[in-house]
């Protein structure tokens, strides 16, 4: 069975592509939109037949928000249920507090938006099948690039039928953290060891409790609760690799550990009857020395895997695949796609990338990972409670997360849709 054949069963009967992506999340879905919009022939490759997943990022910050504004989407992007949160603040069980606030900030969109990733990526993905150019084929998986004399040409792709080729102009790997294309296109990694892992978990949240992100500090141990409407996300921060022992010690004895930390929490623990409710997250961090070569880009978590301090990997996927519209929807138009294009995407990401990681980084290895190892309740850094008191350092912490470093807005041009 040929190539031809094979993808003439799905959606728009191609076998070449002007760019293939591999992976349709956050990066891979909004920069498919995005070169599809500025009339490139795409194609999308996601493994899976939805996009429901745990452990998805679903924090959509306002530099997001803007982006989509820009984009004439916002509007009706926020139509869509979600929940929205202006304050953060933090306590530890000796009764210090910290909070910082985004309403402050000069942008339409003051908060973030708590906004199922799954039903982001439908959004994004729906507004893209509007451009005939743009194709996303599910249930097929990338197994292997395909390369011919140093450069790569295209992907091989498997689904229910078995194996194929998709031959492409370009080819972006957006197939995150545990990403294939980047072990195919073996690209130089560097990673880090951050101190530890996250226990997800929900639990119901009390329409008297105000709306908010709420840290809880305790003797070693660390919990923040994200609003989600009528439950709380729970991420409980255990030091890495002690969730096993953390099970061995059982249920009982973690509700009581929850509810040291958050006592406002003890009146719905014992809805935690079962492991299967608490999920594990093994944090990772790392980053490719190189996003590419002759053929190929990666960007988002596939180029550079983030911490989940913050909730800042979504959104820095998606500045990933904005800076890499603007820079490759004109070679693309004009077939002519240049090593130099390529590493301008990754100029362009590289510095604000390493410096959100070396934020999240001072986080984790001088606060928490401290925190995690302390028989003590620790303080809240002296320089944090002050940053949040003095006015004009205040908006600094809530700027960085809104927005990141070094922004993108939308340059790629639109085509007419259907």
């Known amino acids: 069975m040929t190539a031809d054949r094979r993808l003439s069963t799905v959606d728009r009967g191609l076998s070449t592509a002007d760019c293939c992506i591999a992976g349709c999340g956050p990066a891979g879905a909004v920069l498919g939109y995005l070169l599809a919009r500025a009339g490139i022939r795409v194609v999308v490759l996601e493994k899976h037949g939805d996009f429901?997943?745990?452990?998805?990022?679903d924090t959509i910050h306002p530099s997001v928000l803007e982006i989509?504004?820009?984009?004439?989407l916002a509007d009706s992007f926020l139509s869509?249920?979600?929940?929205?949160?202006?304050?953060?603040?933090?306590?530890?069980t000796a009764g210090q507090s910290v909070a910082f606030t985004f309403e402050r900030l000069p942008t339409r969109f003051p908060y973030i938006a708590f906004v199922p990733q799954w039903d982001f990526l439908e959004f994004i993905t729906r507004e893209a099948a509007r451009f005939p150019s743009f194709a996303l084929i599910r249930n097929t998986e990338v197994v292997d690039l395909l390369q011919r004399d140093g450069a790569v040409t295209g992907v091989r792709c498997r689904d229910a039928d078995g194996d194929y080729e998709l031959a492409a102009l370009l080819t972006v790997g957006a197939d995150?953290?545990?990403?294939?294309?980047?072990?195919?296109a073996q690209l130089p990694l560097v990673e880090t060891s951050p101190p530890m892992d996250v226990l997800w978990f929900r639990l119901p949240r009390l329409p008297e409790e105000p709306r908010a992100i709420n840290g809880r500090l305790g003797a070693g141990?660390?919990?923040?609760?994200?609003?989600?409407?009528?439950?709380?996300?729970?991420?409980?921060v255990i030091a890495k690799g002690t969730a096993d022992t953390i099970r061995t010690e059982g249920l009982e004895h973690f509700r009581q550990e929850v509810t040291r930390v958050a006592p406002e929490l003890s009146d719905r623990v014992a809805?935690?009857?079962?492991w299967e409710q608490v999920k594990l997250l093994t944090v990772r961090a790392d980053r490719l020395v190189t996003w590419h070569k002759p053929g190929f880009l990666a960007i988002g978590d596939a180029a550079h895997a983030m911490s989940p301090i913050g909730g800042l990997g979504i959104n820095v996927a998606i500045q990933d695949a904005v800076a890499a519209?603007?820079?490759?929807?004109r070679p693309l138009s004009e077939h002519r796609v240049t090593d130099a294009d390529l590493a301008e995407v990754q100029r362009q990401r590289e510095r604000p990338v390493r410096l959100l990681q070396a934020f999240q980084s001072v986080v984790q290895n001088r606060f928490l990972g401290p925190a995690?190892?302390?028989?003590?309740?620790p303080s809240i850094p002296l320089v944090v409670r002050l940053v949040s008191k003095i006015p004009i350092l205040r908006d600094i912490p809530p700027r960085l997360v809104a927005f990141g470093i070094g922004r993108p807005h939308v340059e790629s041009p639109e085509r007419a849709a259907t």
């Open 325 to 329: 519209a603007n820079v490759l929807w």
């Open 176 to 184: 995150g953290r545990a990403a294939r294309t980047r072990e195919a």
């Open 372 to 377: 995690l190892a302390s028989s003590n309740t």
């Open 80 to 92: 869509l249920p979600h929940s929205k949160v202006s304050n953060v603040g933090g306590r530890t």
């Open 68 to 72: 989509l504004d820009e984009l004439g």
């Open 52 to 57: 429901l997943r745990d452990f998805r990022g």
């Open 221 to 236: 141990r660390v919990l923040v609760m994200l609003d989600r409407g009528d439950y709380w996300q729970i991420a409980f």
């Open 271 to 274: 809805g935690i009857t079962d």
